[in-house]
């Protein structure tokens, strides 16, 4: 429509129709995109055409120009890449906590507490050896309760340990199929890259491709953290933590994920991307942030590695703890005790996984305890018709059939327990003045042997006491490398058979030296020594040590002092603290105690330190652990507390998540999104205009026919 | 502002969505009673919560090894209630033996009566509660019992068991010693030496079948911290400060002593010394035993020096040395009777039986305390059971009123949201167009 006819108008108003119909059509499309996801409005810029100027057939005998109708500029796709990336971010982090919610429920429902779970079982452990102790040793019933309730024990620990390596398993195979899934996006977004770069060079404008490779950076955002950085050349640049995933028309694919190895030794999920070689087992990996497989990572290396790490050390506490005990004790059949809870893979430490029953005949279950009263190593300490008073002085009393003489003495009394001669030094002038100044020193040492009086036998009974809980004589015991067993002697460096000069002899002892308890002359078979032992160390600080970790890269060289830094995270150690520290990593001995000296801080790398001196030179990784400071069912509950408020945690992330991607998108949508509403009205609009015009040609037609018919039937 | 259709859609969606999952958890809550139905529901009382349980659980396991000590306890009180009748019914043959016999046929019947009573004690000392032999310590169960009689009739007895308390370790740390021990109910191997309730029953026995009499002393002969020994170390009898009664020596330094007997009507003097040890005493006494029928032993764990004859009675008394005017006091230092026959034998093991059935009567009445222990022990437990229940109720159960009323509540916003839904997506403009 060009040239200027006499019926120019015609022109005009048919550049008016297309370009009505033009927005017409725009209007549909977006109609019918009002539920594609991704899709974003588009709407056609209507102007007006270019002014008709200079033309000889112009009426221009009056001022002004006469346009030449509308026309269909352009088709501009409404979208604010801002909201992208803020929708992005928060999607990220909804789909973070949403698998791991998943996950975690899933894994507190394999848990079973507070009903079913470990707890329960353990409980009912408690309470069979309660009963035990209570009906004695000789209780067949009591003791084959013990052994299927150590049993149950075993197994519901087996079954959560399986729970925790099961989801771990199914953590990788899902993130594997995620990879899958993210790798097939990636190459997506690169062909839309040079589909859009094309299309942009000649000047158009992709909006199709656009909202395609938008809602695929969209899709991609589930799985990990994204930023978009839109190229002068049309094409994205999608990075994760600066690491490109696609570049123009490159993408870098991800590799399956692996379970590789972090600097201090631990087990590490990680997904590297691929290459020929692969990257090292050590190597960092991807800084994925947030999303999906993020979600996959952080459950894999900051939960379940450490529910797992938690339940293999309640395990192997509870195991440490009870086999300490059963082998220090008798079997009703008056033979030594062995360990009650074993690792099915001999040779290996007990973990949760592996932990089970070692005894299967209920009578071969320790729960007597050695003690000089069964094998009367040691006589009535009075003399004739008279009673030991135990406050009484020592030396020279003539209540005692032995006194030591009215000048005192002083001598050693070697203790010997699974292995190590441990002295106890004794000055009837100072410390053991009297029987019971005698017994309370000696108790306070710890030995893993208790004295006690027997009033009505005037007897003092020397009996093996498993429940110790000094640290130094556990270590000790553990260096000697001896088992455990129920065997003790006391030996002392005076002869007890000389009148007046030892202590032993004072103590009614004709000797009870070098005296081996055995299946004899142990405490009978009704004894239940070993079950109120157990007993004892359920209610007593025998759970998890409050501190066990690893030296990481750290040695020492030789003896001497040393200040070793503990891994991040790890800030609890406290000046006077006393370390277990084995010389080898993974618990191998020999073992020595430390006592902390001193403990440094560094606020901007979260390390701490603690310095100490040690006897021994250490290797590399070598273990650390503390004193016990909780029982070993609050060690347990402390890992229920951590599983609970990590899933209460996801519940709240997905909450909130949720809430907040909703909120951007509808901001997101707010722009650029369809309202069938308003598409209608601009429908109808369209539709009036392309009517009118429509109309107008009508005019001009009958105009025309004035023209053509009136006019010429005139000549 | 804009809102796109979708999101008009995805909202009410996502509302709805939240609201059902509230109305659902709210549900299980109510048909539950319990809102901590896991660790997430409440991850700060979780720890708590598994704590509690497991404390309920030792408190009940407690409440049933009371109950278990109890019954043990009163089936120990029984049998000391029979052991009690026993030595009863011993000490009165004993009054009715030392009030003389009428004929050899009566005190064998008493004879044997006592040994009944022997056999019956025996039979106690093995009651079983639970498999476990009551009065065999930590012993654990064997086939016989662990008190077995020696020699027709029974001479002694013979003990497989051990004198060790059986303890009741509560939860608490709390331990109770619920058993009574051989010792305690039998003065079995008492320390101060006594005679137990089979000894002391098999010595009257003997001394009413045949005759047996003894002089004994009356009580230990030592003052306090002191006694005499044997060996190589023993010590002269008038050594200063052991007997309890001075020894006065006669004016020849000597505590002589004449015995007269059935066999010896004539008296037989025997010379002591004062400065003899004891060994030498006895061995002087022994020296004459074919003469005069009496030997002579002493314990050195009682410090008691024993005269006896199974030839009829006999009598000692002090006798001056040739020279001397005033004999010395040989029987009164050592505490011997002088006439020693059967009656004063028997009455003398009166004494014998009472501190028997005293021991005894302290342990029955030790056993009550533990018994009251026990009765105060589980009442306290049982209602420690009651408040850590509410301890775990307060944190497991839900508050049915405020979840019901919260669950209506969701109920009504639900509907709400579903009418709100309905409405907004049943127009568009679409449908006002002509």
Do not use: C, W
């Not at chain 1, 352009?74 to 996950?103: C, K, M, P």
């Not at chain 1, 942030?289 to 993020?294: I, R, V, Y």
């Not at chain 1, 070697?414 to 190590?420: A, I, L, P, Y």
């Not at chain 2, 016999?101 to 044997?112: E, G, H, V, Y």
């Amino acid at each position: 429509m060009s040239y200027l006819g006499s019926f120019f108008g015609f022109g005009i108003l048919g550049n008016a129709l297309d370009a009505f119909q033009e927005a017409a059509n725009v209007t549909s499309d977006n109609i019918a995109n009002s539920n594609t996801p991704g899709a974003s409005r588009q709407v056609v810029n209507l102007q007006e055409a270019p002014a008709v100027s200079g033309s000889p057939f112009a009426s221009a005998h009056i001022p002004g120009t006469l346009g030449n109708g509308s026309i269909a500029a352009s088709v501009q796709r409404i979208h604010d890449e801002s909201y992208d990336s803020l929708f992005r971010g928060a999607s990220s982090s909804q789909n973070f906590f949403t698998v791991q919610q998943s996950q975690l429920t899933s894994l507190q429902s394999s848990f079973g507490e507070p009903s079913n779970g470990v707890n329960s079982y353990f409980t009912a452990f408690q309470t069979a050896i309660s009963q035990l102790a209570s009906q004695g040793g000789s209780s067949t019933s009591a003791r084959a309760g013990v052994l299927s309730a150590a049993q149950a024990l075993t197994q519901s620990l087996n079954s959560a340990s399986s729970a925790i390596s099961q989801q771990q398993t199914q953590t990788i195979a899902q993130a594997g199929s995620i990879v899958t899934t993210v790798n097939g996006i990636l190459d997506k977004i690169a062909t839309l890259n040079g589909q859009i770069r094309a299309s942009t060079a000649v000047g158009d404008n992709p909006n199709q491709l656009q909202d395609q490779r938008d809602q695929l950076v969209d899709q991609l955002s589930q799985y990990l953290s994204t930023q978009t950085n839109i190229q002068a050349d049309g094409s994205a640049l999608v990075t994760v933590n600066g690491q490109a995933l696609v570049n123009d028309t490159v993408a870098y694919h991800l590799s399956q994920p692996v379970v590789g190895t972090a600097a201090n030794g631990t087990p590490t999920f990680k997904i590297d991307f691929q290459s020929n070689p692969p990257a090292a087992s050590n190597a960092p990996g991807i800084p994925l942030g947030s999303g999906q497989l993020a979600g996959f990572q952080d459950l894999y290396n900051n939960k379940l590695t450490a529910y797992s790490q938690q339940l293999d050390a309640f395990a192997s506490s509870l195991a440490g703890e009870v086999n300490r005990i059963t082998e220090s004790g008798y079997d009703q059949n008056g033979i030594a005790g062995t360990a009650l809870f074993a690792s099915a893979v001999p040779g290996t430490s007990i973990t949760a996984a592996n932990i089970h029953v070692s005894i299967a005949d209920p009578s071969q279950l320790p729960a007597a305890l050695a003690s000089t009263a069964a094998g009367n190593l040691v006589v009535p300490m009075n003399s004739a018709n008279n009673t030991v008073d135990t406050s009484a002085a020592l030396n020279a009393n003539g209540g005692l059939a032995d006194p030591p003489a009215a000048a005192g003495i002083t001598g050693t009394l070697t203790v010997n327990v699974d292995g190590v001669n441990q002295t106890f030094t004794y000055n009837t002038n100072t410390t053991d003045t009297t029987v019971s100044a005698f017994i309370s020193h000696f108790n306070s040492m710890h030995y893993g042997v208790t004295a006690s009086f027997n009033a009505s036998a005037q007897s003092i009974v020397f009996a093996r006491d498993p429940s110790n809980i000094d640290l130094v004589h556990r270590a000790a015991q553990a260096a000697a490398g001896t088992p455990t067993s129920p065997d003790f002697t006391i030996t002392d460096s005076n002869n007890p058979a000389v009148a007046g000069t030892s202590l032993l002899g004072a103590l009614g002892a004709a000797n009870i030296s070098g005296v081996q308890q055995n299946n004899t002359n142990a405490f009978g078979a009704g004894d239940s020594g070993a079950a109120n032992a157990l007993l004892q160390s359920f209610s007593s600080n025998a759970g998890v040590p409050f501190l066990q970790t690893n030296s990481g890269a750290a040695n020492v060289p030789a003896p001497g002092t040393f200040t070793i830094a503990l891994p991040a995270g790890v800030t609890n150690v406290n000046v006077g603290d006393v370390l277990t520290v084995d010389a080898q990593p993974g618990g191998v001995g020999p073992q020595e105690n430390v006592t902390v000296s001193a403990v440094s801080f560094n606020p901007a790398t979260g390390i701490e330190s603690f310095t100490a001196t040690y006897a021994n030179a250490h290797a590399a990784g070598f273990s650390i652990s503390s004193a016990q400071k909780q029982t070993m069912g609050q060690a347990y509950g402390q890992l229920v507390t951590q599983m609970g408020s990590d899933l209460a945690t996801a519940n709240t992330g997905v909450q909130s998540q949720t809430a907040l991607s909703q909120n951007i998108n509808n901001a997101r949508q707010s722009v650029d999104g369809i309202n069938v509403d308003e598409e209608t009205q601009n429908l109808i609009k369209y539709q009036n205009a392309y009517q009118a015009v429509a109309q107008s040609m009508n005019v001009m037609e009958s105009l025309l026919n004035t023209v053509i018919n009136t006019l010429g039937s005139g000549h | 502002m804009r809102i796109a259709t979708s999101t008009m859609y995805d909202n009410q969606t996502i509302q709805i969505d939240n609201l059902v999952a509230q109305q659902q958890q709210q549900g299980t809550e109510a048909s539950t009673g319990v809102q901590l139905n896991g660790p997430s529901d409440d991850p700060m009382q979780i720890a708590t919560d598994l704590q509690v349980r497991t404390t309920i659980a030792q408190e009940n396991q407690a409440n049933a090894n009371i109950q278990n000590a109890t019954t043990q306890l009163t089936t120990v009180d029984g049998a000391m209630s029979t052991l009690t009748s026993i030595m009863q019914s011993a000490r009165g043959i004993a009054v009715q033996a030392a009030g003389g016999f009428t004929s050899p046929t009566q005190q064998s019947a008493l004879a044997s009566q006592v040994d009944s009573l022997l056999q019956e004690a025996i039979g106690v000392a093995n009651t079983k509660y639970n498999g476990q032999y009551v009065f065999g310590g930590t012993s654990g169960g064997s086939t016989s019992g662990p008190v077995t009689p020696n020699g027709q009739p029974i001479s002694s007895v013979t003990f497989n068991g051990n004198l060790n308390q059986q303890n009741e370790k509560l939860f608490n740390g709390q331990s109770l010693n619920t058993s009574v021990s051989l010792q305690q109910a039998f003065n079995f191997q008492s320390p101060d030496g006594s005679p137990d309730i089979f000894q002391t029953l098999i010595t009257l026995r003997d001394t009413i079948q045949n005759g047996t009499v003894t002089s004994e002393s009356a009580a230990g002969v030592n003052s306090p911290n002191t006694a005499f020994t044997g060996g190589a170390g023993a010590q002269a009898i008038n050594t200063a400060g052991i007997l309890s009664t001075a020894l006065t020596p006669d004016a020849n330094g000597n505590v002589d002593i004449q015995i007269l007997s059935a066999k010896a009507p004539a008296g037989v003097t025997i010379a002591i010394p004062a400065t003899d040890t004891v060994p030498q005493v006895l061995t002087a006494i022994n020296a004459q035993t074919a003469a005069t029928g009496v030997t002579a032993s002493f314990d050195y764990r009682q410090q008691r020096l024993t005269l006896s004859s199974n030839a009829g009675n006999f009598s000692v008394t002090d006798v001056a040395s040739a020279g001397a005017p005033t004999p010395g006091n040989f029987v009164e230092a050592f505490g011997l009777q002088s006439q020693a026959n059967l009656q004063n034998d028997v009455s003398r093991q009166l004494g014998d039986i009472d501190h028997a059935t005293q021991v005894m009567l302290n342990a029955r009445s030790s056993l009550g305390g533990t018994l009251q222990t026990l009765n105060a022990i589980g009442t306290a437990n049982s209602s420690q059971v009651v408040n850590d229940t509410k301890v775990q109720s307060g944190i497991e159960d839900a508050d049915i009123a405020k979840v019901i009323s919260q669950f209506s509540q969701t109920q009504t916003v639900l509907q709400a949201a579903y009418a709100t839904t309905t409405r907004l997506e049943s127009k568009t403009l679409f449908d006002y167009l002509q």
